[in-house]
């Protein structure tokens, strides 16, 4: 870490922020992350002390110091696994995903669910997506369907007051701008730290929003924690990570310029600059039913997607 010091004890500092000219030492870092969490989750107040919250867990980085953090902020916070039944060249990707989420849980006494897709609907993501519609549907939407499908369905029959998800700067930066490169405004309506809870839907909120990746990488690894180190394989060559290899490389010649696209983009949409011009004609187009047969909201007139797709697999 060269010479630097820590911004708050004058130590030796094992990380640094550029954009926010702050090194700390490990200590202190860690000190530090939790503090800007806290702040996050005032700021846009997204859940009260006595909520209780169910955080969504892949075994990875962000999701297990999301749970680090929030219990250790006292929260009631309890895990939810989603065994997706994928595998990759080095190995059993959603075992061993799901070992490390289990491991955490166990050595901190915490509780976590899981939800193993294929036991539950007799197929995995892979064969969901290869059979839905002649495999025309890539395995990352299915299995974005699938996700928030069963997230909430957790949630709201657990009786739990908040979803969190960890996604950190850099997710929310791509999503931006990719609903931005293709102006999606019904998209970036919905893009905002914390949506409250309607229609049949849990409220939902990402603490992690502000911080960058490699923030939250080094919470992890400077507070021990074990997780999976391996990507899915279907996230290779996605949109997603084109436009984080853009952020990133404008990020190397301009630091901050990812959190001033986000923040920009926060301030603009407080100013009203993304809300519907005719709010009875946006409600009417998301006119949300019960589908019959698992009870969720959806804007079909039958079944919702996810009913569709079991059923069609
Ligand atoms: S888990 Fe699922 Fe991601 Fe894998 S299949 Fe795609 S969406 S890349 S967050
Ligand atoms: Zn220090
Ligand atoms: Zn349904």
Redesign the pocket.
Known sequence: MGNYVCSQCRGPAVFRMRHHRLAFCQPHYLEWFIEQTARVIEKYHMFAPTDRILVAVSGGKDSLALWDVLWRLGYQADGLYIN?G?SSQEGDYSNESQRYAKDFAGQNGLRLHVVDILQQYGES?PQFASRSQRGRIK??GV??LVKRHVMNRVARDEGYDVLTTAHNLDDEAAVLMSNTMAWQVDLLQRQYPVLPAEDGFVRKAKPFCRFYERETAAYSLLRGIEYEEEE?P??VG?KQLVYKDMLNKMEETTPGIKMNFYAGFLNARSAGYFSPQNKADNEQSRELHRCPTCGQPTASDGACAFCRLVKAA
């Open positions: 997706l994928i993501i395995p990352c299995c974005g899915c279907f996230s996605s």
